[in-house]
């Protein structure tokens, strides 16, 4: 990637882990307390992204619509049960430990921008054992704006001190790579994880296979 690059900020969930199958039990316990019907994978994964807000909201919607007017109160609840719980099935992705490692090896500065709230946030960093590895971690909850406002990426440009030329954007979804751009920094795209169109759509700078390639690409 060349000379200056200093910090590299992660989206979480479906970059860093995968955490699917604890996002569909949580959704799905909400709903049938509400006496609806489970959604599948399928469905959950193509509302994640936007915050857990939207998640609940997506989630009633697509299973008979909101059961009153306001999202606050099932927020409310969905959040005390999966928060807990955020990390009985979810795993980093392969490879993801050990390039953390490198990195930050090489004296780069690490960094976690995602929309999720920030308690689940710190729930699974810890559980997972990769909190270790990073500089600074920004939820939903301390961001101004979310992704894909890039008051989210900037925010975290401004706290570590690092100039948007000197910064790279890892994520899997159409949020990350256009807060990216919107403010600036170099992004790469991961062809898994949960994104919800072909990531050759996204406009990144670069496109991995595999979260190994990572090293290789900004170490290089």
Known sequence: ?????????????GTLIHSLPDLVAAVNRLLAAEGRGPLDEGAVMSMVGDGAGTLVSRAFMASGGMPGPDVAPYLKRFLADYEPRSAESTVPWPGVPETLAELKAAGLMLAVCTNKPSRATAEILAALDLERWFDLVVGADDAPSIKPDPAHVTCILDRLGVPAASAVMVGDSANDILSARRAGVRSVALSFGYCHGPVAELGADWIVDDFRQLSSLLLG
């Open 1 to 13: 990637m060349g000379m200056g690059l200093r910090a590299v900020l992660f989206d979480l969930d």
